[in-house]
């Protein structure tokens, strides 16, 4: 009797300790997509601002992530793209469009060297 009494309270302690550690967790979803073309962004990183969590948008653009707080801000980069920084002040829904960066090359130009020999 003595085991299954120290077993149920191993169990309820730890419930009772995952519970502390999700208390103050909010989901948050949304999508990005390109602000010139409205098309869905693939691998875009969100990160929660002045943390290292984070997670990358799905193949239809959409993200999921786990916030402490809803006044957290999302911030969204990608190659290509302006950085976007989304303040959520209470929301668990964002959807965000992201502009193209205007800095274009003119003109690329590829130089290679190689050499090849003939074995017989």
Same mark, same amino acid.
């Given at each position: 009797m003595k085991v299954k009494f120290?077993?149920? @309270? $191993? @169990?309820?302690?730890? $419930? $009772? $300790?995952t519970s502390v550690t999700l208390v103050g967790q909010?989901? @948050?979803?949304g999508s990005v997509k390109s602000a010139t073309e409205g098309e869905p962004l693939i691998g875009v990183t969100v990160l929660v601002k002045g943390t290292t969590f984070g997670t990358a948008t799905?193949?239809?653009g959409n993200f999921e992530i786990q916030v402490d707080d809803l006044n957290a801000t999302l911030v969204f980069s990608y190659t290509g793209f302006a950085s976007q920084? @989304?303040?959520l002040g209470g929301r668990t829904t964002v959807e965000v469009s992201m502009d193209s960066e205007s800095t274009l090359l003119d003109e690329v130009v590829v130089t290679a060297y190689g050499t090849t020999r003939k074995e017989p």
């Open positions: 120290n077993y149920l @309270v $191993l @169990v309820v302690f730890a $419930l $009772l $300790l909010s989901t @948050v979803r799905d193949i239809d920084e @989304v303040a």
